[in-house]
């Protein structure tokens, strides 16, 4: 398992039943750069993962959104395809620029 230090943009979860299967999920968004090695991007995207049960994310959305936290990502295989998991994120402080909500409706449109 490694952690890293990583930009969580967003949470969300669902606990409820489709057709008649129990669903309980969390995922959670981290900004990640964009695959500069081929010259056609540039900048920064929000990646979805697994973040396990609906508990998982309800444990971290009283934090302000954009926040760094500390993130263990867990890496698996089939043999042929390799993907992370995260398994626990420990939020640190807002993410530069953050004012925990509060800005007016007018300045959100400047």
Not at 36 to 54: H, P
Not at 75 to 104: C, F, H, M, Q, Y
Request: glycine letters at 10%; proline letters at 5%; hydrophobic letters at 35%.
């Amino acid at each position: 398992m490694a952690i890293e230090k990583c930009k969580v943009t967003g949470v969300k979860f669902f606990t409820g039943t489709i057709d008649g299967k129990k669903i309980d999920s969390g995922k959670i968004f981290i900004e990640e750069q964009l695959d500069f090695t081929t010259g056609r991007a540039k900048g920064y995207a929000s990646q979805e993962y697994s973040l396990g049960s609906a508990d998982a994310v309800q444990s971290l959305i009283h934090n302000p959104f954009p926040f760094i936290a500390d993130v263990e990502f867990l890496r698996v295989t089939n043999g042929d395809t390799t993907k992370n998991i995260v398994v626990g994120v420990k939020p640190l402080e807002p993410a530069p620029g953050v004012d925990n909500g509060k800005k007016s409706a007018s300045a959100h449109a400047a």
